[in-house]
């Protein structure tokens, strides 16, 4: 009798959620943008089509395309535009599979972050979701073609996870690790930036660049290079290529393993100085020279990737120090923490102060690995009889 009474709350677990709704009568929301539109908040969804559906859309600028469904709304917030959308899509809308948010530039300009407030204090949202600056309509990037899955947003949270580790010119954001900038002793932030571009008639997404956001709007842009640069600052710069010039022809290509900086600032009264301390490690990737490799040889390619990584680096913090007079280089947060008492007079300065900063760059590679072969190919032989690869008649 133990035993029955003992089973009997499982079997009511395996029956599942009473206030469960059925697939069919739902809008699984997979992609957000917002943006600003007449002076109102215009949001956009992109919605998994159930397996068998018509196409439908509605509202303004709905359609459907492929295996996702779009849709538009003007609204005050997104809880009234979500609730508009319902007209629309015939169905209740969900968002426990969103992954992707997208603002619009337009609206990023002004302050974004009170829109965003449902994200946190709803349940249904995930805070694990990816965030975005775009310069166009965020359906725009909902809307594009894809290359391998059924929905847009779906594949670029795929290259999020999965692919872009190996590329140090981007650095991707969650909508929790946001909040944890905003809500810093420094409040300023970054935000990816995803734009649509042309391939053989084809619309895609690409990554490219970075916004840098100070208080709640965002200030200005870093390229690509300032990029690799930021990420090189955080500690974010796990991987990648650089192809390094040693004279006006030869290049030499290093894949990039390991990069780790360290910051020690020095605060006097208002006068900041710090020292960044940059180590990287990588693996020759090619070599189009015609030097056979040495350790001098090595060694002077790694001077050149050294200079390389300090150019990015300092075109990052003269970007974010005399254009934007923003910290998100991490120098603020050591500061921070090297001086805790001290900050609690400097706090409301701090861009000022970073923007008057000495910041020195010492950068040093090394190179692990030179490959499986231990010399370029010679192809500049005088005799032809010495190429054992030549056929003879």
Same mark, same amino acid.
């Given at each position: ?68 469904? +779009? ?96 590329? #140090? ?72 290529? !650089? ?35 940059? !180590?990287?490690?990588?693996?020759? #990737? ?37 254009? +934007? ?7 603020? +947060? ?60």
């Amino acid at each position: 009798m133990g035993r029955i009474l003992f089973i009997i709350p499982f079997l009511f677990l395996l029956m599942g959620c009473w206030s469960s709704q059925e697939l069919d009568n739902s809008a699984l929301v997979h992609g957000i943008g917002l943006d600003k539109s007449d002076g109102k908040l215009r949001i956009s969804v992109e919605i998994i089509k159930p397996t068998g559906a018509s196409e439908q859309g509605g509202g303004e600028g709905g359609g459907g395309n492929g295996q996702h469904i +779009l849709l538009e709304r003007d609204a005050d917030s997104i809880i009234q535009g979500t609730r508009a959308l319902i007209r629309d899509a015939k169905r209740r809308l969900y968002f426990d599979h969103a992954r992707l948010w997208v603002i619009g530039e337009e609206l990023a300009k002004e302050d974004f972050i009170g829109y965003l407030d449902e994200s946190r204090r709803d349940q249904m949202f995930r805070l694990n979701s990816y965030l975005f600056i775009t310069e166009g309509n965020p359906i725009d990037i909902l809307s594009t073609s894809t290359l391998y899955e059924d929905l847009s947003s779906a594949e670029i949270v795929s290259a999020l996870e999965q692919q872009t580790q190996y590329i #140090a010119e981007y650095t991707s954001v969650k909508l929790y690790e946001f909040y944890k900038l905003i809500e810093g002793p420094i409040p300023n932030a970054y935000l990816p930036i995803i734009q649509t571009k042309k391939e053989k008639d084809k619309t895609i997404t690409s990554l490219d660049g970075t916004a840098v956001i100070r208080n709640d709007k965002m200030v200005g842009k870093l390229n690509t290079h300032e990029t690799v640069g930021l990420n090189v600052l955080l500690n974010k710069a796990k991987s990648g290529g !650089e192809t390094v010039s040693l004279n006006e022809k030869e290049k030499v290509s290093v894949e990039i393993k390991k990069s780790e900086t360290k910051i020690k600032p020095t605060l006097v009264g208002n006068q900041l100085k710090a020292h960044l301390n940059i !180590e990287i490690e990588g693996t020759l #990737a090619d070599n189009t020279t015609k030097s056979n490799i040495n350790e001098q040889w090595i060694s002077k390619v790694e001077k050149e990737v050294s200079n390389l990584a300090e150019k990015y680096v300092r075109l990052t913090l003269d970007k974010l120090q005399k254009e +934007l007079k923003t910290d998100i280089s991490g120098i603020g +947060l050591e500061t921070y923490r090297k001086y805790p008492k001290q900050w609690q007079n400097i706090q409301s300065e701090w861009n000022e102060i970073f923007s008057n900063a000495d910041i020195i760059i010492d950068v040093h590679t090394n190179i692990t690995h030179q490959g499986l072969i231990n010399k370029s190919i010679n192809r500049h032989h005088k005799k032809p009889y010495n190429n054992p690869y030549k056929l003879r008649n």
